[in-house]
């Protein structure tokens, strides 16, 4: 049993800051992508960040320059440092994780997602 769990979800002021972790925690012999996707009200769930655990990061445009993916491999957690917050990235935050069990099988986890909200 896996089981990802997020945190760092807040109302900010447009210009804002946050920072969003995702702990994976469970039968985990080693992970390999993880990354965040929002979804706002009323729209699909679109790719934000995704961080390989071997190769280069891939951001959305709308997010470049100002969101940074990072990960903590030895705490299994996946960070979002989101600067100059705007309106439009009011949205449920999402990690998921591409995770390896013990028996090397793969599979695809998501949490249950983070509320952020950026106010005018």
């Known amino acids: 049993q896996v089981q990802l769990v997020e945190s760092g979800g807040d109302l900010v002021q447009a210009g804002g800051s946050l920072r969003l972790s995702c702990a994976a925690s469970?039968?985990?012999?080693?992970?390999?992508?993880m990354g965040w996707y929002r979804q706002a009200p009323g729209k699909q769930r679109e790719l934000v960040a995704v961080?390989?655990?071997?190769?280069?990061?891939k951001y959305a445009d709308s997010v470049k320059g100002r969101f940074t993916i990072s990960r903590d491999n030895a705490k299994n957690t996946v960070y979002l440092q989101m600067n100059s917050l705007k309106p439009e990235d009011t949205a449920v935050y999402v990690c998921?994780?591409?995770?390896?069990?013990?028996?090397?099988?793969?599979?695809?986890?998501w949490g249950e997602g983070t509320q952020v909200t950026v106010s005018s």
């Open positions: 961080m390989p655990s071997g190769g280069s990061t």
């Open positions: 998921n994780a591409d995770i390896i069990s013990f028996r090397r099988t793969k599979l695809v986890y």
């Open positions: 469970g039968s985990i012999f080693s992970i390999d992508a």
